[in-house]
């Protein structure tokens, strides 16, 4: 499958699995990589030991990192740590991507950017993208408020009104054939998939929490910055994570004052919870498409699932 | 074109108007039933005198009718008076559509159930609705929280599984042939349309409000309580209404207990500024969608040119 996507970052498939920081390792990444599609690791806030560790468990594929923009702020070293281990792109989102671009750009690295703004797709084009990720809101993890069903086409019109030649990606609630297609239609080369790749035999979740994910709705998340706050992560306001509901979101989401009182015990309880696999306290970083999921294949099966799926539905469904 | 839609409600295309309160009335919904979707008269909370004076306004055309499924219940008479007006369809959102189905159902007319989640989808089609709509968070207007993206497929899913002939239609954030060609891709036999038809020579909307909303983009809308709170509608907590947003809802989004500590004094300068369309009072009931829409056009255009632009689209753009 041939589109400006598959061109720029030399693909067989238009996908890109999500750099889902903690949960997309060297095994994920590597997988998706064999597979034709874009593998990642999640760099997340940059941890370079771990970021070290997955690439080693990679091994010769060719594969990306992910970053965190606004953790690269107080500590530059990580970007350059991560272009000397010549990652096949770089995948900035949740922050001002100008002051890293030149670097990823002058060492040849292809610069993904992820934005949840048409404000901030504006800003990763004036940049030089090679590549624009427009994020709705129905992605897991990290993300804002927007929608993907028009968040895409109104960065597709930005981005020809500028008659630039930057890739469009779809994020958020892409996890099958259809989604593909739908992206297509709304004028995306291409989707970054997160959730779908989360729930794979090769990511890096506690089988009790993927176990548990598997077995909900598309209704079952919420974004929330309750997780935040009892991992003592300092996220810019706008930025807020969707996740499956449990015991524990219930209890302090809407509650975060009571919260951030507490919070000494709570993070004890969630850092114990957390080696327990257990899914009252720990919430998963899930997207609404939790809802189309309910097995967790290999990730070498998924990108050729998704392609087969959305090829068929590309044969209109109706007679005009 | 031809779809489960178009067959089930005798269309010519597979596009119904959203039933606005206050904004569609019987202008918009004749000019849209005559071009071959469905118009609809937004009867939202039942003033019966302004849903007669627009089944007059549209005349012999062929219109439907939406009603505020929790405002029917201290007022069924509401319910009665409309199926008297025999419209093409009566369309319920929000709130368990059980009490009403049988008396539209019983009297010939297809009922028409927008929902918002999974779990109200199964009781649209528990209740034997003939065309359940899932409507994303990108719409304008009162909604919830789940993405298109993600609730159509997951709607389409739940569907084939109860083996059910209903016709799933998809709303929010559609606004061109885009989103009805993505809609399709989803699994939708048609969709909702909106914002855009709000943005029309016919709606009832304020010129100044309406130039106001052409000039914004699709960050520029939020979902907000404060809106009901100033206009005194008791909704349901779980529905918030998505508008552009102002001055206004500047200064009280986020600050609704001080909101209703002044509330006299605001409704006041609420409904001064709504005679004179002052945009930086009133807000703009419009979704995400106001990013793709710079003109109004007659509504008599619309649904042609969705699909006009829908069928270049679902030609494959790429090459397997």
Not at 173 to 187: C, E, H, K, P
Request: some cysteine; charged content about 20%; glycine content about 10%.
């Amino acid at each position: 499958m041939k589109t400006r996507l598959t061109d720029v970052l030399d693909l067989k498939y238009p996908i890109i699995q999500a750099p889902m920081a903690f949960a997309a390792g060297g095994a994920l990444a590597a997988a998706t990589s064999h597979s034709g599609a874009l593998g990642m690791i999640g760099g997340g806030y940059g941890d370079l030991d771990w970021i070290d560790a997955q690439f080693e468990v990679a091994g010769q594929a060719h594969i990306g990192c992910g970053l965190i923009t606004w953790a690269l702020a107080d500590r530059p070293w990580i970007l350059r740590h991560v272009i000397k281990r010549n990652p096949k792109a770089i995948y900035l989102s949740f922050g001002d991507p100008a002051p890293y671009a030149e670097d990823i750009l002058n060492a040849g690295i292809p610069l993904i950017c992820q934005v949840q703004t048409w404000k901030d797709a504006r800003r990763a084009i004036e940049v030089g993208a090679n590549v624009v990720v427009a994020q709705g809101s129905e992605a897991g993890g990290h993300g804002e408020n927007r929608g993907t069903m028009t968040l895409v086409p109104e960065v597709f019109d930005e981005i020809a009104k500028q008659n630039s030649n930057v890739a469009l990606v779809a994020a958020g609630g892409i996890a099958d054939g259809r989604g593909l297609a739908a992206s297509f239609a709304l004028g995306a080369d291409g989707v970054v998939v997160g959730t779908r790749y989360w729930a794979s035999k090769e990511a890096l979740v506690h089988p009790r929490i993927l176990a548990n994910a598997l077995a909900a709705n598309g209704d079952d998340t919420l974004r929330t910055r309750v997780l935040d706050i009892v991992r003592d992560y300092d996220w810019p306001r706008r930025y807020t994570a969707r996740a499956q509901r449990n015991a524990f979101l219930n209890t302090w989401h809407g509650s975060e004052t009571d919260l951030l009182e507490d919070l000494e015990v709570q993070k004890e309880i969630w850092a114990d919870a957390q080696q327990r696999g257990d899914t009252a306290t720990v919430a998963a970083f899930a997207g609404e498409g939790l809802g189309l999921i309910d097995s967790a294949p290999s990730a070498q099966d998924i990108a050729g699932n998704i392609i087969e799926q959305a090829s068929s539905i590309l044969v209109p469904k109706f007679k005009v």
